[in-house]
């Protein structure tokens, strides 16, 4: 099923990539010849966006301009990609270009990484699914199938993984309620982990939906070489 509600989406592209090393944005390190950035946000657009805020660092406009002249959007859609300066911390950065589509007229809004640009479309579809079937916040996770211990004084305690599950992006929101969670978040000074933490400050339950592995974060070198083995085989299999 895909709604047929008008759908946002803010992909979030402000970071430096330290880890990952190299100079410039790092989601404008190329995949296979293209940015993170386009691979991203043409999965957002296969899945249903029709809007696009995307929040960088005011200096690299520029540089981000160039790079999406030319992504790869469907002849009959017409969506529009707006660059936005971004803020010092990530939810400053997510709370600049909510405002930016607070005017959308939508309701359903999706909160990306572009640092993870092999989200499959079938995921996209599912968050979107969710929160037009009246979910309020949508995360998709992954099962951890790495044993997990928690640190301590004493050494080390084993935790059950069968009650966890690893969180990934886009993750899909009722626009006004998440707006609404980040002036909470603001006027209050409380730092978040993600948007979907934003929610629950507001007493709003998070909705999991199936992630997908193919939609691992680039953070480190080997992340990029494990993201070109999964769209060769992409490419090879369609």
Do not use: W, Y
């Not at 809007?51 to 529009?80: G, K, N, S």
């Not at 589509?101 to 969710?130: C, E, K, N, Q, Y």
Request: with cysteine; aromatic share 0%.
């Amino acid at each position: 099923m895909t709604t047929s509600e008008p759908v946002v989406a803010l992909v979030v592209a402000a970071g430096s990539g330290v880890r990952l090393g190299g100079e410039g944005p790092k989601a404008l390190r190329p995949l296979a010849g293209r940015p993170l950035i386009r691979h991203a946000i043409e999965a957002l657009v296969a899945g249903g966006v029709r809007r696009l805020v995307v929040t960088i660092r005011e200096q690299d406009r520029a540089l981000f301009t160039e790079a999406l002249a030319d992504v790869e959007i469907p002849a009959d859609v017409d969506v529009p990609v707006e660059l936005v300066a971004g803020g010092a911390e990530r939810q400053d950065s997510v709370r600049l270009g909510l405002s930016a589509l607070a005017d959308s007229g939508a309701r359903i809004v999706l909160v990306h990484d572009a640092a993870r640009p092999l989200v499959p479309v079938g995921v996209v579809r599912a968050v979107i699914d969710a929160v037009a079937a009246g979910a309020t916040a949508v995360v998709p996770g992954t099962a951890v199938v790495d044993s997990i211990r928690t640190v301590h004084d004493a050494g080390s305690t084993v935790v059950d993984r069968s009650t966890l599950v690893g969180v990934q992006t886009p993750q899909g929101f009722d626009l006004p309620t998440l707006i609404r969670g980040h002036d909470h978040v603001r006027q209050n000074g409380l730092a978040v982990t993600d948007d979907a933490a934003v929610c629950e400050l507001l007493g709003e339950p998070v909705t999991i939906v199936p992630g997908s592995r193919e939609a691992l974060k680039i953070t480190e070198p080997v992340d990029l070489v494990i993201a070109e083995a999964l769209l060769a085989a992409r490419e090879a299999s369609s």
